[in-house]
């Protein structure tokens, strides 16, 4: 396993916030207690911010958000991963529930057909395009013994997948790459057999620009899945219960 790109900037910025408990296991209220608060407020305040501008021009807001989408994304998830990873568990996607379903259960088999669809098997490398905490990826490593690239933007996360990759033994298998997934390393040109996402590039400001990325670091004839979230014709947006 390796991990590149967390500069020393963002190492000072992970410590202070969380703290030295990326790798201990406390439990969900002590993490939350021993963060650095005011730090935890100034997060919270520059998400709030790229928001509360809906209300007088919708427009600009959509143009400041796409033109600030690293900096919402990463205070959004500095904020919230460990509330995600307590309420919802390490994949934070969700899946179709069928009767007799445990939550877990219906997790699973969503990441499953995923895996089952790319045709993914142990000689296969693949990319998981904005990779959370890892829960996906090393599910689908033990399900089809592929090696993953993880790429995440977020550093506390990145940090995450190490140490359940550790606590799992499938560090071999597996590689985090703290970067941003419409500007992908160089290196990662035509390097993959195949790549998924989950849930993810809703975070890019236009999704031209994470799948032409994403079709640069496919090998010739590599495949790509996507679970994504999509707006039905049904919406309204003027119906404030939608």
Same mark, same amino acid.
């Given at each position: 396993?390796?991990?590149?790109?967390?500069?020393?900037?963002?190492?000072?910025?992970?410590?202070?916030?969380?703290?030295?408990?990326?790798?201990?296991?406390?439990?969900? /209220?002590?993490?939350?207690?021993?963060?650095?608060?005011?730090?935890?407020?100034?997060?919270?305040?520059?998400?709030?911010?790229?928001?509360?501008?809906?209300?007088?021009?919708?427009? @600009?807001?959509?143009?400041?958000?796409? @033109?600030?989408?690293?900096?919402?994304?990463?205070?959004?998830?500095?904020?919230?991963?460990?509330?995600?990873?307590?309420?919802?568990?390490?994949?934070?996607?969700?899946?179709?529930?069928?009767?007799?379903?445990?939550?877990?259960?219906?997790?699973?088999?969503?990441?499953?057909? /995923?895996?089952?669809?790319?045709?993914?098997?142990?000689?296969?490398?693949?990319?998981?395009?904005?990779?959370?905490?890892?829960?996906?990826?090393? @599910?689908?490593?033990?399900?089809?013994? $592929?090696?993953?690239?993880?790429?995440?933007?977020?550093?506390?996360?990145?940090?995450?997948?190490?140490?359940?990759?550790?606590?799992?033994?499938?560090?071999?298998?597996?590689?985090?790459?703290?970067?941003?997934?419409?500007?992908?390393?160089?290196?990662?040109?035509?390097?993959?057999?195949?790549?998924?996402?989950?849930? $993810?590039?809703?975070?890019?400001?236009?999704?031209?620009?994470?799948?032409?990325?994403?079709?640069?670091?496919?090998?010739?004839?590599?495949?790509? $899945?996507?679970?994504?979230?999509?707006?039905?014709?049904?919406?309204?947006?003027?119906?404030?219960?939608?």
């Amino acid at each position: 396993m390796t991990t590149l790109d967390i500069d020393h900037s963002e190492s000072e910025h992970i410590k202070r916030f969380h703290g030295e408990i990326i790798y201990e296991p406390d439990g969900f /209220l002590t993490k939350i207690h021993r963060k650095d608060s005011e730090l935890n407020r100034n997060l919270v305040n520059t998400y709030a911010d790229l928001w509360k501008e809906d209300l007088l021009n919708k427009e @600009e807001s959509i143009e400041k958000r796409r @033109e600030n989408a690293q900096v919402m994304t990463n205070a959004f998830y500095d904020v919230v991963t460990d509330f995600y990873e307590y309420g919802w568990g390490e994949s934070f996607h969700f899946a179709r529930t069928f009767k007799g379903d445990t939550f877990e259960q219906s997790i699973k088999r969503h990441e499953h057909f /995923l895996a089952l669809k790319l045709g993914l098997n142990e000689k296969k490398k693949v990319l998981d395009v904005g990779c959370g905490v890892g829960g996906p990826l090393h @599910e689908i490593v033990r399900l089809s013994g $592929a090696h993953i690239t993880g790429i995440n933007n977020n550093g506390y996360q990145v940090e995450r997948c190490k140490f359940y990759s550790k606590k799992l033994g499938v560090s071999e298998k597996t590689d985090f790459v703290k970067g941003d997934f419409t500007a992908m390393p160089q290196e990662f040109t035509g390097k993959f057999d195949s790549a998924y996402a989950i849930e $993810a590039t809703v975070h890019s400001p236009k999704l031209e620009i994470v799948y032409g990325e994403v079709f640069r670091a496919l090998k010739p004839g590599g495949l790509f $899945a996507s679970y994504e979230w999509v707006t039905t014709p049904n919406y309204d947006e003027n119906d404030p219960e939608h």
